[in-house]
Protein backbone atom coordinates (compact mmCIF):
# COMPACT_ATOMS: atom_id res chain seq x y z
CA UNK A 1 0.00 0.00 0.00
CA UNK A 2 1.85 3.16 -1.19
CA UNK A 3 1.31 6.33 1.63
CA UNK A 4 -0.80 9.15 1.70
CA UNK A 5 1.04 11.12 3.39
CA UNK A 6 5.26 10.72 3.59
CA UNK A 7 7.40 13.37 5.39
CA UNK A 8 10.74 12.54 4.22
CA UNK A 9 13.50 13.36 6.50
CA UNK A 10 11.92 17.28 7.29
CA UNK A 11 13.33 19.68 9.22
CA UNK A 12 12.32 23.57 10.17
CA UNK A 13 13.63 25.48 12.47
CA UNK A 14 12.72 29.04 13.78
CA UNK A 15 15.17 31.57 14.29
CA UNK A 16 18.15 28.91 14.11
CA UNK A 17 16.48 26.56 16.75
CA UNK A 18 15.09 23.22 15.22
CA UNK A 19 11.48 22.87 16.26
CA UNK A 20 11.61 19.40 13.88
CA UNK A 21 14.67 17.82 12.99
CA UNK A 22 14.83 15.18 10.64
CA UNK A 23 11.64 13.09 10.64
CA UNK A 24 10.89 10.89 7.81
CA UNK A 25 6.95 9.79 8.38
CA UNK A 26 4.26 8.73 6.36
CA UNK A 27 0.49 7.81 6.58
CA UNK A 28 -1.41 5.08 4.45
CA UNK A 29 -4.92 4.98 3.58
CA UNK A 30 -7.29 4.19 6.65
CA UNK A 31 -4.16 4.58 9.31
CA UNK A 32 -4.28 6.58 12.13
CA UNK A 33 -0.80 7.75 13.30
CA UNK A 34 -0.39 9.36 16.22
CA UNK A 35 2.35 12.19 17.35
CA UNK A 36 3.26 12.18 20.64
CA UNK A 37 5.80 14.27 23.31
CA UNK A 38 5.85 16.99 25.65
CA UNK A 39 5.10 20.44 24.62
CA UNK A 40 7.54 21.98 22.40
CA UNK A 41 8.86 18.69 20.71
CA UNK A 42 7.30 19.52 17.58
CA UNK A 43 4.10 17.69 16.98
CA UNK A 44 2.18 21.10 16.01
CA UNK A 45 4.77 22.24 13.41
CA UNK A 46 4.61 18.33 12.06
CA UNK A 47 1.20 19.16 11.83
CA UNK A 48 1.43 21.98 10.15
CA UNK A 49 4.34 20.82 7.88
CA UNK A 50 1.82 18.04 6.80
CA UNK A 51 -1.22 19.92 5.87
CA UNK A 52 0.99 22.60 3.82
CA UNK A 53 0.78 25.36 5.86
CA UNK A 54 4.50 25.89 6.83
CA UNK A 55 7.11 24.55 4.35
CA UNK A 56 10.12 22.47 5.40
CA UNK A 57 14.09 23.96 5.40
CA UNK A 58 15.15 20.48 4.45
CA UNK A 59 13.70 17.15 3.14
CA UNK A 60 9.61 17.03 1.12
CA UNK A 61 6.59 16.59 2.24
CA UNK A 62 4.18 14.43 -0.37
CA UNK A 63 0.03 14.40 -0.03
CA UNK A 64 -1.37 11.62 -2.99
CA UNK A 65 2.25 12.73 -4.54
CA UNK A 66 2.22 16.17 -4.53
CA UNK A 67 3.96 19.24 -2.49
CA UNK A 68 0.58 20.05 0.29
CA UNK A 69 1.91 24.06 0.41
CA UNK A 70 2.34 24.28 -3.44
CA UNK A 71 -1.33 23.23 -4.24
CA UNK A 72 -2.81 26.21 -5.93
CA UNK A 73 -6.22 27.83 -4.30
CA UNK A 74 -8.89 26.91 -7.40
CA UNK A 75 -6.59 24.51 -9.73
CA UNK A 76 -6.17 21.77 -6.78
CA UNK A 77 -9.27 22.35 -4.85
CA UNK A 78 -10.24 18.60 -5.30
CA UNK A 79 -6.36 17.56 -3.64
CA UNK A 80 -6.50 20.28 -0.97
CA UNK A 81 -10.56 19.22 -0.40
CA UNK A 82 -8.85 15.09 0.64
CA UNK A 83 -6.62 16.95 3.06
CA UNK A 84 -8.47 18.48 5.80
CA UNK A 85 -7.79 19.45 9.18
CA UNK A 86 -10.08 19.73 12.82
CA UNK A 87 -7.78 22.51 14.99
CA UNK A 88 -7.57 22.60 18.84
CA UNK A 89 -9.70 25.23 19.12
CA UNK A 90 -12.62 25.21 17.06
CA UNK A 91 -14.04 28.30 18.35
CA UNK A 92 -11.08 30.27 16.70
CA UNK A 93 -11.39 28.83 14.01
CA UNK A 94 -15.40 28.78 12.97
CA UNK A 95 -16.34 32.94 11.70
CA UNK A 96 -18.40 33.59 14.19
CA UNK A 97 -20.77 35.51 11.80
CA UNK A 98 -21.74 32.24 10.28
CA UNK A 99 -24.52 29.83 11.62
CA UNK A 100 -22.41 26.58 11.87
CA UNK A 101 -24.61 24.75 9.47
CA UNK A 102 -23.15 27.32 6.95
CA UNK A 103 -19.83 27.02 7.99
CA UNK A 104 -20.19 23.44 6.61
CA UNK A 105 -22.22 24.63 3.55
CA UNK A 106 -19.30 26.62 2.49
CA UNK A 107 -16.88 24.20 2.57
CA UNK A 108 -19.44 22.48 0.37
CA UNK A 109 -19.48 25.17 -2.09
CA UNK A 110 -15.89 25.74 -2.13
CA UNK A 111 -15.69 21.72 -3.54
CA UNK A 112 -18.71 22.57 -5.89
CA UNK A 113 -21.22 20.29 -4.30
CA UNK A 114 -24.35 22.18 -6.12
CA UNK A 115 -26.36 24.96 -4.51
CA UNK A 116 -29.83 22.85 -4.03
CA UNK A 117 -27.96 19.84 -2.59
CA UNK A 118 -25.99 21.84 0.63
CA UNK A 119 -29.03 22.07 2.83
CA UNK A 120 -29.48 18.36 2.75
CA UNK A 121 -25.60 17.52 2.92
CA UNK A 122 -25.28 19.59 5.86
CA UNK A 123 -28.18 18.41 7.57
CA UNK A 124 -26.53 14.49 6.77
CA UNK A 125 -22.94 15.89 8.52
CA UNK A 126 -24.56 17.02 11.56
CA UNK A 127 -26.04 13.52 12.26
CA UNK A 128 -23.02 11.94 11.09
CA UNK A 129 -21.33 13.64 13.57
CA UNK A 130 -24.13 13.55 15.88
CA UNK A 131 -25.58 16.89 16.11
CA UNK A 132 -29.17 17.51 15.61
CA UNK A 133 -29.48 19.61 12.65
CA UNK A 134 -31.36 22.42 14.03
CA UNK A 135 -28.31 23.37 15.55
CA UNK A 136 -26.98 24.29 12.14
CA UNK A 137 -29.02 27.59 12.64
CA UNK A 138 -26.95 28.74 15.41
CA UNK A 139 -24.03 31.16 15.32
CA UNK A 140 -20.61 29.56 17.40
CA UNK A 141 -21.20 31.69 20.54
CA UNK A 142 -24.51 29.64 20.74
CA UNK A 143 -22.88 26.41 21.21
CA UNK A 144 -21.16 24.00 23.59
CA UNK A 145 -17.28 23.37 23.36
CA UNK A 146 -17.82 19.89 22.41
CA UNK A 147 -20.93 20.83 19.72
CA UNK A 148 -18.42 22.87 18.41
CA UNK A 149 -15.44 20.55 18.32
CA UNK A 150 -17.91 18.31 16.31
CA UNK A 151 -18.94 20.90 13.61
CA UNK A 152 -15.30 21.01 13.28
CA UNK A 153 -15.10 17.58 12.13
CA UNK A 154 -18.61 18.41 10.12
CA UNK A 155 -16.64 20.47 8.37
CA UNK A 156 -13.48 18.61 7.77
CA UNK A 157 -15.65 15.34 6.37
CA UNK A 158 -17.78 17.65 4.07
CA UNK A 159 -15.26 17.35 1.38
CA UNK A 160 -14.81 13.34 1.69
CA UNK A 161 -11.11 13.58 2.74
CA UNK A 162 -8.67 10.86 2.45
CA UNK A 163 -6.77 12.24 5.15
CA UNK A 164 -7.85 14.36 8.51
CA UNK A 165 -4.95 16.27 10.24
CA UNK A 166 -6.30 16.82 13.99
CA UNK A 167 -3.72 18.51 16.02
CA UNK A 168 -5.09 18.17 19.86
CA UNK A 169 -9.09 17.80 18.46
CA UNK A 170 -9.65 16.91 22.44
CA UNK A 171 -7.96 18.91 24.81
CA UNK A 172 -9.78 21.46 25.30
CA UNK A 173 -12.74 19.49 26.04
CA UNK A 174 -13.77 17.62 29.59
CA UNK A 175 -13.19 14.07 29.93
CA UNK A 176 -16.61 12.57 29.09
CA UNK A 177 -16.92 15.04 25.91
CA UNK A 178 -13.40 14.09 24.87
CA UNK A 179 -14.40 10.30 24.91
CA UNK A 180 -17.99 11.04 22.93
CA UNK A 181 -15.73 12.52 20.54
CA UNK A 182 -12.71 9.89 20.21
CA UNK A 183 -15.53 7.59 20.23
CA UNK A 184 -16.82 9.83 16.62
CA UNK A 185 -13.61 10.08 15.35
CA UNK A 186 -12.88 6.08 15.93
CA UNK A 187 -16.95 5.25 14.13
CA UNK A 188 -16.34 7.71 11.17
CA UNK A 189 -12.74 6.03 10.43
CA UNK A 190 -14.71 2.82 10.32
CA UNK A 191 -17.03 4.10 8.10
CA UNK A 192 -15.66 5.94 5.59
CA UNK A 193 -11.82 4.49 5.46
CA UNK A 194 -10.27 8.02 6.47
CA UNK A 195 -6.67 8.30 7.83
CA UNK A 196 -5.44 10.68 10.39
CA UNK A 197 -2.83 12.51 11.30
CA UNK A 198 -3.44 12.62 15.14
CA UNK A 199 -1.35 15.18 17.33
CA UNK A 200 -2.09 15.04 20.84
CA UNK A 201 -0.45 14.83 24.53
CA UNK A 202 -3.07 12.57 25.71
CA UNK A 203 -1.63 9.10 25.83
CA UNK A 204 -4.96 8.11 26.83
CA UNK A 205 -6.64 9.16 23.57
CA UNK A 206 -3.53 8.26 21.57
CA UNK A 207 -3.98 4.54 23.08
CA UNK A 208 -7.90 4.00 21.96
CA UNK A 209 -7.36 6.19 18.67
CA UNK A 210 -4.26 5.31 16.82
CA UNK A 211 -3.09 2.58 14.88
CA UNK A 212 0.48 3.30 15.15
CA UNK A 213 2.45 5.80 17.53
CA UNK A 214 5.61 8.16 16.77
CA UNK A 215 7.31 9.26 19.60
CA UNK A 216 9.00 12.89 19.43
CA UNK A 217 11.41 14.72 21.42
CA UNK A 218 12.96 17.95 21.05
CA UNK A 219 12.09 17.73 17.00
CA UNK A 220 13.60 14.52 16.68
CA UNK A 221 11.71 10.66 16.75
CA UNK A 222 12.97 8.60 19.32
CA UNK A 223 10.68 6.13 18.87
CA UNK A 224 7.71 4.76 16.73
CA UNK A 225 5.51 1.45 16.30
CA UNK A 226 2.30 0.04 16.65
CA UNK A 227 0.63 1.97 19.20
CA UNK A 228 -0.05 -1.27 21.63
CA UNK A 229 3.40 -2.42 21.54
CA UNK A 230 4.73 0.69 22.08
CA UNK A 231 3.04 1.41 25.49
CA UNK A 232 2.97 -2.13 26.58
CA UNK A 233 6.93 -2.58 25.58
CA UNK A 234 8.59 0.69 25.21
CA UNK A 235 11.85 0.61 24.32
CA UNK A 236 13.36 4.01 24.78
CA UNK A 237 13.64 5.89 28.50
CA UNK A 238 11.82 9.24 26.98
CA UNK A 239 8.68 6.74 26.49
CA UNK A 240 8.62 5.19 29.64
CA UNK A 241 8.94 8.26 31.38
CA UNK A 242 6.49 9.62 29.75
CA UNK A 243 4.19 6.54 30.05
CA UNK A 244 5.26 6.77 33.59
CA UNK A 245 3.68 10.09 33.59
CA UNK A 246 0.47 9.71 32.17
CA UNK A 247 -1.40 7.60 34.71
CA UNK A 248 -3.87 4.48 34.52
CA UNK A 249 -5.84 5.81 32.12
CA UNK A 250 -3.16 4.78 29.12
CA UNK A 251 -3.20 0.73 30.11
CA UNK A 252 -7.00 1.00 30.57
CA UNK A 253 -7.35 2.48 27.29
CA UNK A 254 -5.08 -0.38 25.79
CA UNK A 255 -7.69 -3.51 27.22
CA UNK A 256 -10.38 -1.68 25.87
CA UNK A 257 -9.33 -0.75 22.58
CA UNK A 258 -10.07 -3.80 20.11
CA UNK A 259 -7.41 -4.27 17.34
CA UNK A 260 -9.64 -6.35 14.88
CA UNK A 261 -9.83 -3.34 12.27
CA UNK A 262 -6.16 -2.15 12.55
CA UNK A 263 -4.71 -1.93 8.88
CA UNK A 264 -1.72 -4.38 8.35
CA UNK A 265 1.41 -3.38 9.25
CA UNK A 266 4.75 -4.41 10.68
CA UNK A 267 4.65 -5.44 14.61
CA UNK A 268 8.42 -3.86 14.77
CA UNK A 269 9.06 -0.66 16.64
CA UNK A 270 12.01 1.62 16.07
CA UNK A 271 14.02 3.94 18.09
CA UNK A 272 16.27 6.14 17.22
CA UNK A 273 20.12 5.24 16.47
CA UNK A 274 21.73 7.82 18.40
CA UNK A 275 19.84 8.53 21.02
CA UNK A 276 21.63 6.60 23.43
CA UNK A 277 23.68 9.32 24.76
CA UNK A 278 20.49 11.65 25.42
CA UNK A 279 19.76 11.89 29.60
CA UNK A 280 15.82 11.02 29.76
CA UNK A 281 14.05 13.79 31.42
CA UNK A 282 10.70 13.36 33.45
CA UNK A 283 8.12 14.61 30.97
CA UNK A 284 6.28 18.11 32.66
N1 LIG B 1 5.71 30.13 14.47
C1 LIG B 1 6.72 29.89 15.31
N2 LIG B 1 7.65 30.83 15.56
C2 LIG B 1 8.70 30.59 16.40
N3 LIG B 1 8.88 29.43 17.05
C3 LIG B 1 7.97 28.45 16.85
C4 LIG B 1 6.85 28.64 15.98
N4 LIG B 1 6.12 27.49 15.98
C5 LIG B 1 6.75 26.63 16.81
N5 LIG B 1 7.86 27.22 17.33
C6 LIG B 1 8.81 26.59 18.27
O1 LIG B 1 9.09 25.29 17.77
C7 LIG B 1 9.16 24.32 18.82
C8 LIG B 1 8.13 23.23 18.57
O2 LIG B 1 6.82 23.81 18.74
P1 LIG B 1 5.48 23.00 18.43
O3 LIG B 1 4.35 23.95 18.64
O4 LIG B 1 5.60 22.32 17.13
O5 LIG B 1 5.52 21.91 19.61
P2 LIG B 1 4.33 21.04 20.19
O6 LIG B 1 4.92 19.71 20.50
O7 LIG B 1 3.16 21.08 19.27
O8 LIG B 1 3.99 21.81 21.54
P3 LIG B 1 2.55 21.96 22.29
O9 LIG B 1 2.19 20.59 22.78
O10 LIG B 1 2.87 22.90 23.42
O11 LIG B 1 1.60 22.54 21.30
C9 LIG B 1 8.94 25.10 20.10
O12 LIG B 1 10.19 25.42 20.65
C10 LIG B 1 8.21 26.35 19.65
O13 LIG B 1 8.47 27.42 20.51
Known sequence: MTALLRLDAVSKSYAHRPAVADVTLEVRA?????????????????????????????????????DPSRLRARA??????????????????????????????????????????????TAELFRQVGLA??????????????????????????????LV??????SALDRDTQERLLDLLAELRERTGTAYLFVSHDLAAVARFAHRTLVLR????VEEGRTEHL???PAHPYTRALLD?????????????????????????????????????EPT
Do not use: I
Not at 133 to 162: K, M
Not at 246 to 269: D, F, I, K, M
Open 30 to 66: GESVALVGESGSGKSTLARLALGLVRPDAGSVTFEGR
Open 231 to 233: WTA
Open 218 to 221: TGRV
Open 133 to 162: PELARRFPRELSGGQLQRVAVARALATGPA
Open 76 to 121: DRDVRARLQFVPQHPRGSLNPALRSGEAVAFALRAHRVPRRERADR
Open 165 to 170: VCDEPT
Open 245 to 281: ASGPHVALRLLERSTEHLPERSTETRTEPNDANHRTE
